[in-house]
């Protein structure tokens, strides 16, 4: 395929999108909620989530592994768009996350537009050689659908691993998914991506620069095996800004502590995280002191899906929010604040909304961070636990026992040994959590 | 309190001991089962154990928190008794820990014989200078019942952290107790130490030695929040050899390592963790090359203890054996071994009976050791379930879930990257996890 059929297929794209582009009213598909929503999924549903000049999707049903639902979905963007990612770094990661990896180090390949084809049910994580055979597979039969180079085709999987990937139902379903392409159907993109997910997840900006509105939007899925080390589960976000490739990455690459990294379900890292952010360029160019404004709005959108996988942990029934301060160091409060929110006895007390701040106090001491029993202070929300080595003077269990009954918690740890400073979030170990894990494959 | 006072009670205590020491027929004293034992519990209820010539026991009911259940228990040990010791790295530990430290860096204070006080119930953890208070309230009563020094009074305390511990209930049993000390009573200490354990926990074992043989026998208590850091839960082991005691804290220092140190329930570290092994000298001396044959005899009533701590995990239905081989260094070996063994969804998986193998590659990619995909071979007992990257050829998902109904499983993996292995157990994680620790307070 010469360069000339590139170029007028990008002209061709070019033009579809701009008559898309007419409209910027916020799309309203709300996908079917699963059978038990999660309580502490977002009031109101799926949001309404901006369209993006230059990214259309789609979503139908593949019968990959589950069956009537909506399985795989397909993303197409402009001629154009800088693609960023950034990817769990788990040892045993899936073959298409590598092969991500290896198409984001490619220069200069925008031009021809690119692809996302995701499926839910099988992650194709550690299926070997035949494994990214299915990868290259999906590729190459994207890439001819869409007049695409396979080098920018990204593709995920998410589901059990180690089940080879029935990956012609995937590229038998590629005309229906071409077919169905609309900028209007990121909800359903959202809704195909789930697998434990209780709700779809999604959230959006929009950032006023000199140069115009820029639009972000974005969707998640994860819900278990949820400790992102670099990037969390399946996140996509696009937005219409015209930002070239490496400040696209950079400004990703720095928003990912505070946000996915910043949460964690289970303490189990997937085999296959990974977060693609997608900037089509039909909208205002975003460079210089314009990439802090976008980051800060971008931050907001990752926050925002991040804290919903959080809200969609398996069996979750609260939200707790950790708050540390007070560490020596940034490491340490790290390490303080995800003991406490992998811990399973923090967790269960949690569910059983006893206010067992002492638990607290063993995750602390096990962190492996400095820390002294004597200039430890421990609040529930606002209410003072413990402090000089011992509980506090006025503690009131009933009090805190009330305070454990609200969904949404905050367990904020003073160290009084510095000044750093962390946040995650996580949730509660329930029943439920077991009822989904214990007969996941079957 | 005079040299002389202390000399003549040691003489006569010593008398005393002599006269007790004819018998070694093992102790046949059946703690109570608990309501429901765990289904790994070892057969035969609590093992006959030998009795230890200078060291005596006693447990009553003091009521520090449980009703209808003995919960203090105490330990008298003969003059010339060498004390060693390792203890939980938390650094919130709690005040009884840091004082069993104290004492054990004094030299030369075996002279005057030994006691160990230990209650289940408070924790006496994170209680401040009260609880520090509490301590030597209990140290002091105890030395001046047993015409000791409070320098030679060691005193642990299990259960609920944070709140202060009602240690006049304990002073108060010191009559009861002190009248009640025998050599046979070691079971009703094994129960007394118990909190959610659901059976008492004892092992023993006999060398031959030049000298003569020696006896040791010990008992432990742990049931959850265990992942040792250095030596776990309370343990406390008794011989009748004679060592020094910088011998005798080398011994046991060595052991640790693979025995308590080797499990774990749900990764959370103890504040009150403490093992004491003591030497009463009432038997053999044992030194220079006699030394490695204790230790062998040690290690094995260590493990023993260890395994059983495992086997009453909280909640437990399934032990699980976790042996890596084939790592790069011994780091990476622990650290993939504990990455399965404190893995969520390898633990569920486990209490589903479901061979779901994808778990414990997500949990080798997610220790952060070295490891390839393609070079990571698993199997279940003798089944190979994975090698060459993906699914083992031969796998036999029906074999394998056959496999997984047993309730002794062994995972293994080899990560064909060096010659360096390591061995741990833990348990299942299932419903009864989550109904013991979502209301341990209430």
């Known amino acids: 395929m010469g360069k000339t059929d590139w170029k007028a297929r990008a002209k061709a794209l070019k033009k579809d999108l701009k008559a898309m582009r007419t409209s910027q009213a916020p799309v309203a598909v709300a996908p079917k909620p699963a059978k038990s929503v999660s309580p502490l999924a977002p009031a109101g549903g799926f949001p309404a989530l901006p369209r993006i000049a230059g990214a259309s999707f789609a979503a139908v049903e593949a019968g990959v592994r589950y069956k009537n639902r909506r399985d795989v979905m397909l993303v197409h963007l402009a001629p154009g768009t800088t693609v960023a990612g950034v990817f769990t770094r788990s040892s045993t990661r899936a073959g298409c996350v590598r092969d991500c990896q290896a198409k984001l180090a490619l220069k200069g390949t925008e031009a021809a537009g690119a692809a996302i084809v995701v499926n839910s049910g099988n992650s194709n994580a550690f299926t070997g050689a035949a494994g990214d055979r299915s990868v290259a597979e999906i590729c190459a039969a994207t890439a ?201 006895l923090v967790k269960t007390a949690v569910a059983g909304e006893d206010p067992n701040w002492g638990r607290i106090v063993m995750a602390v001491g096990k962190s492996g961070a400095q820390a002294d029993r004597d200039r430890l202070a421990i609040r529930f929300g606002d209410i003072l636990v413990a402090e000089n080595g011992a509980r506090a003077a006025g503690y009131d269990e009933a009090q805190a026992a009330a305070y454990m009954k609200q969904p949404e918690l905050v367990i904020a740890v003073d160290l009084g040994m510095g000044a750093a400073t962390r946040t995650v979030w996580t949730c509660d170990l329930t029943h439920r959590y077991i009822d989904i894990n214990a007969d996941y494959r079957s």
Not at 196 to 212: H, I, M, R, Y
Not at 305 to 326: C, H, N, Y
Request: aromatic share 2%; charged share 15%; net charge negative.
């Open 144 to 344: 001819t659908a869409l007049n695409l180079p396979s080098a920018r085709v990204f593709t995920s999987s998410t589901g059990v691993i180690g089940e080879p990937l029935p990956h012609d139902r995937i590229t038998a379903a590629l005309p229906a998914l071409t077919a169905a392409l609309t900028e209007d159907a990121i909800g359903l993109a959202a809704e195909a991506i789930m697998t434990t997910d209780t709700f779809p997840k999604g959230a959006s900006a929009v950032v006023q620069t000199a140069n115009g509105p820029v639009h972000i939007a974005g969707i998640a899925k994860g819900s278990g095996m949820i400790a992102p080390d670099m990037a969390t589960m399946l996140v996509y976000i696009f937005t219409d800004a015209r930002i070239t490739a490496p400040s696209l990455q950079k400004v990703l690459s720095a928003q990912v502590g505070d946000t996915f990294n910043a949460i964690t379900v289970d303490s189990d890292t997937s085999t296959s995280d990974a977060l693609l952010l997608c900037a089509t360029g039909q909208g205002p160019v975003v460079r210089g002191r314009g990439l802090a404004t976008f980051a800060t709005a971008l931050k907001g959108v990752m926050l925002d899906l991040a804290i919903q996988v959080a809200r969609d942990g398996e069996g979750a029934t609260k939200l707790i929010e950790v708050r540390v301060s007070g560490a020596a160091d940034a490491p340490d409060a790290h390490r303080v604040a995800m003991a406490i929110a992998n811990s399973p």
